[in-house]
């Protein structure tokens, strides 16, 4: 009997001290690489949109110069399509690092829940946009969302339903707060296009539709 409990207690002090904690870390793990898999990418579009941004510029302006007002027209518009893939592009992986920035926050498992519970709607709101930019990061998207939420239906049961309710809101609140003066920040960067060639877009859409 003495030995079969020592076992029995061994095993359960294991399960709860030495155990517990391994499978939450290894999963942190995975989503920082996971994280960082899909900021990396973002990073090497965004710098080829910016790339592409900075010559599509450079030809409506000549173009506009040399009173070529067609090729003006024509450049505007794809640059107008190139800007806001770009916005969709740098907005996405803000996001990603901010959701990267509260995974080192996790210092112990009662964190978890305040942490990512504002991060699994970011992620779940950023798949449909990822995936229509990178397909192939819907996989990988999946990947993430099931493994923050794996972490939070491991620790949610120890945790008293209330606890975090309010904080969590409130952490989403600085999140689109954040967001909203990022996105002011990406916005004032990109230099807009002329008034006037914004003016033509805008009669020539009206006379397609």
């Known amino acids: 009997m003495l030995s079969s409990w020592g076992r029995t207690g061994s095993s359960l002090s294991g399960k709860i001290i030495g155990r517990r904690p391994e499978p939450l870390k290894n999963k942190i793990e995975t ?3 996971l994280l960082d898999a899909q900021i990396n990418k973002l990073e090497g579009i965004g710098e ?3 790339k592409q941004d900075d010559r599509m510029f450079k030809k409506v302006v000549a173009a506009q110069a040399g009173g070529n007002k067609p090729y003006a027209q024509a450049c505007a ?3 107008e399509h190139v800007r806001r893939v770009r916005r ?3 907005g996405a992986r803000v996001r990603l690092d901010q959701t990267r920035l509260r995974l080192d926050t996790i210092s112990e498992l009662g964190d978890v829940v305040v942490t990512l519970s504002p991060c699994m709607s970011i992620i779940k709101g950023l798949a449909p946009s990822l995936g229509g930019l990178m397909p192939e990061a819907n996989a990988s998207m999946e ?3 099931q493994t923050l939420g794996e972490m939070l239906s491991g620790t949610e049961a ?3 339903p209330e606890t975090g309710v309010d904080v969590s809101s409130d952490a989403r609140a600085i999140l689109e707060e954040a967001q909203s003066e990022v996105a002011g920040r990406t916005m004032s960067a990109i230099p807009d296009v002329p008034a006037d060639l914004k ?3 805008v009669s020539r859409r009206g006379l397609e539709a």
């Open 31 to 33: 989503a920082h690489r």
């Open 48 to 50: 080829k949109l910016r």
């Open 77 to 79: 518009i794809e640059l």
């Open 88 to 90: 969709t592009v740098d």
């Open 143 to 145: 990947d993430l969302s």
């Open 158 to 160: 120890s945790i008293a």
């Open 199 to 201: 003016h033509d877009i």
